[in-house]
T-cell receptor, first 112, second 114 residues
Framework: SQKIEQNSEALNIQEGKTATLTCNYTNYSPAYLQWYRQDPGRGPVFLLLIRENEKEKRKERLKVTFDTTLKQSLFHITASQPADSATYLCALVYSSASKIIFGSGTRLSIRP | DARVTQTPRHKVTEMGQEVTMRCQPILGHNTVFWYRQTMMQGLELLAYFRNRAPLDDSGMPKDRFSAEMPDATLATLKIQPSEPRDSAVYFC????????????FGPGTRLTVT
């Protein structure tokens, strides 16, 4: 069965640095790979999506890469701020099979 | 400001009781998802509807859980009978297929079964 691994349960970064989160998967590459942000006590919020034929996507301070050879996506937050502290989830979307699988998330803390 | 609504937000019940959770998806969305989130298992997909028809409910314990969409503005998730291991936060999400499967999540229902 498909497995997803997100790097370390928690990541601590100094404000202003770039935070890099990893999402690795096994078996088949998804049609889409999504990244969500989740704050305590709230539902996940969609951030970015990248398709299997795309290498990189950007939105403001966020950048996502997708390497289907390595079976890996990297999620970068540049010029990180304490307000970026949250749990970040990756999700694999297998549209042809109507399957969506979420990773367990990485808790990111940005210290001032 | 369109958003997914869920009721109740919190529910405490005794083992063996029936629990019904409700979700109102965003108007115009044609996909609805039910998820369960726990510390141990993370976010697990329980059911997935497209145009009110169930597409995938393989993640749902069939003997006690049921999910329905009586109409386009209401999705329900029912547990009967409830067990302590069902304690979790249950999220509903909606989306518009063809728009890259982006999902909009509700605030969740925190269920505690004693």
């Amino acid at each position: 069965s498909q497995k997803i691994e997100q790097n370390s349960e928690a990541l601590n970064i100094q404000e202003g640095k770039t935070a890099t989160l990893t999402c690795n998967y096994t078996n088949y590459s998804p049609a889409y790979l999504q990244w969500y942000r989740q704050d305590p006590g709230r539902g996940p919020v969609f951030l970015l999506l990248i398709r299997e034929n795309e290498k990189e996507k950007r939105k403001e301070r966020l950048k996502v890469t997708f390497d289907t050879t390595l079976k890996q996506s990297l999620f970068h937050i540049t010029a990180s701020q304490p307000a970026d502290s949250a749990t970040y989830l990756c999700a694999l979307v297998y549209s042809s099979a109507s399957k969506i699988i979420f990773g367990s998330g990485t808790r990111l803390s940005i210290r001032p | 400001d369109a958003r997914v609504t869920q009721t109740p937000r919190h529910k405490v019940t005794e083992m063996g009781q029936e629990v019904t959770m409700r979700c109102q998806p965003i108007l115009g969305h044609n996909t609805v998802f039910w998820y369960r989130q726990t510390m141990m298992q993370g976010l697990e997909l329980l059911a997935y509807f497209r145009n009110r028809a169930p597409l995938d409910d393989s993640g749902m314990p069939k003997d006690r859980f049921s999910a329905e969409m009586p109409d386009a503005t209401l999705a329900t998730l029912k547990i009967q009978p409830s067990e302590p291991r069902d304690s979790a936060v249950y999220f509903c999400a909606s989306g518009l297929e063809g728009r890259t499967y982006e999902q909009y999540f509700g605030p969740g229902t925190r269920l505690t079964v004693t």
